[in-house]
């Protein structure tokens, strides 16, 4: 089974960077596809960003496209959001999932969750 530890998150100026990573123990990472997902205060969790199990395919939700990367280097059984240009509606807590075989962008679909870490950038 894998667990997931999210690290990286803090507080940032808007139109700062962060780098997220998700670190898995298990010996079978490279088997799942992996997500980002994150949630604000009363409001529900959304998709953010996922990568296939091999990085050969990435996805995006359109409020994040062209300023967060998602990456993984499963050697180091590590994922990465790296977010560019952030804004204040990025606020959030981000968690990072993993699920087998292949890739939705639903949460429930996720059977492996991270703790969450907390990203907030002021205006």
């Known amino acids: 089974q894998v667990q997931l530890v999210e690290s990286g998150g803090g507080l940032v100026q808007a139109g700062g960077s962060l780098r997220l990573s998700c670190a898995a123990s298990?010996?079978?990472?490279?088997?799942?596809?992996m997500g980002w997902f994150r949630q604000a205060p009363g409001k529900e969790r959304e998709f953010v960003s996922g990568?296939?199990?091999?990085?050969?395919?990435?996805y995006y939700a359109d409020s994040v496209k062209g300023r967060f990367t998602i990456s993984r280097d499963n050697a180091k059984k590590t994922g990465y959001l790296e977010m560019n240009s952030l804004k204040p509606e990025d606020t959030a807590a981000y968690y990072c999932?993993?699920?087998?075989?292949?890739?939705?962008?639903?949460?429930?679909?996720?059977?492996?969750w991270g703790q969450g870490t907390q990203v907030t950038v002021s205006s």
């Open positions: 999932a993993a699920k087998r075989f292949g890739f939705t962008p639903e949460a429930s679909r996720y059977d492996i």
């Open positions: 298990g010996r079978t990472f490279s088997n799942y596809v």
């Open positions: 990568i296939m199990w091999n990085g050969g395919s990435t």
